[in-house]
Each structure stands twice: as C-alpha cells, then as structure tokens.
Nanobody, 121 residues
C-alpha cells in the first residue's frame, strides 16, 4: 500500500512563508523522484517542483527563487519551502512520487490527497 500524506498547508498573508511536507510509505523512497504540483480553482494541475533521488531539482519558472524543494531520505519525507508567497500561489498542492514499490520491477506514479494553500493579499 502506497501512501503520500501532505501537511503544512494553510492561510498566509502575501509575502509570508509556508513549509509543506510529504510523508511517503510503501515505496522505495531513496530512488524516487518526488514532485509537487498545484491546482487552482478552474485551472489545470501544474508542475511546481521536483527532486530526483540523486538530488537534482527542477522548478517551474513561476516559483524559481521563491520555492525550495528538498528531501530527507532517512524520514521518507519530501518538503516544499515556500517564501515570498503571492495570491496567485493559492491552490491545492499535491505531492507526487515516481517510484518503485519493494518487490515490484516497474515504476509508477502516485499522488497524495492534497493540501490547501491560501495566500491573502
């Protein structure tokens, strides 16, 4: 059973910061590519950031310089540190894992349930 559990969302004023966490279980975390996506009301889900098992990171242009993705392999947890938040960052944020499960040979994509981030102006 694969589980991705996000936490850390909430309401923050523009210019503020939040740190999202994604606790993973049921996957081989150390080799997983972990990502964060977001979906605002009426919009499609969009890529925010990702971090590969080796630590390579990628960011959407809209969050570069403001958001930082990281991981703690000892705790099977990925993080998204969000700073200088803007009202347009308001969305449900989803954790994603492209990973293998123990004893399975193939990679698959898994999603968390999402956590709401609301930035007030």
């Amino acid at each position: 059973q694969v589980q991705l559990v996000e936490s850390g969302g909430g309401l923050v004023q523009a210019g503020g910061s939040l740190r999202l966490s994604c606790a993973a279980s049921g996957i081989i975390f150390s080799s997983a590519t972990m990502g964060w996506y977001r979906q605002a009301p009426g919009k499609q889900r969009e890529f925010v950031a990702s971090i590969a098992g080796g630590g390579t990171t990628n960011y959407a242009d809209s969050v570069k310089g403001r958001f930082t993705i990281s991981r703690d392999n000892a705790k099977n947890t990925a993080f998204l540190q969000m700073s200088s938040l803007k009202p347009e960052d308001t969305a449900v944020y989803y954790c994603n894992a492209n990973a293998r499960r123990p004893l399975f040979a193939y990679m698959a994509s898994y999603w968390g349930q999402g956590t709401q981030v609301t930035v007030s102006s």
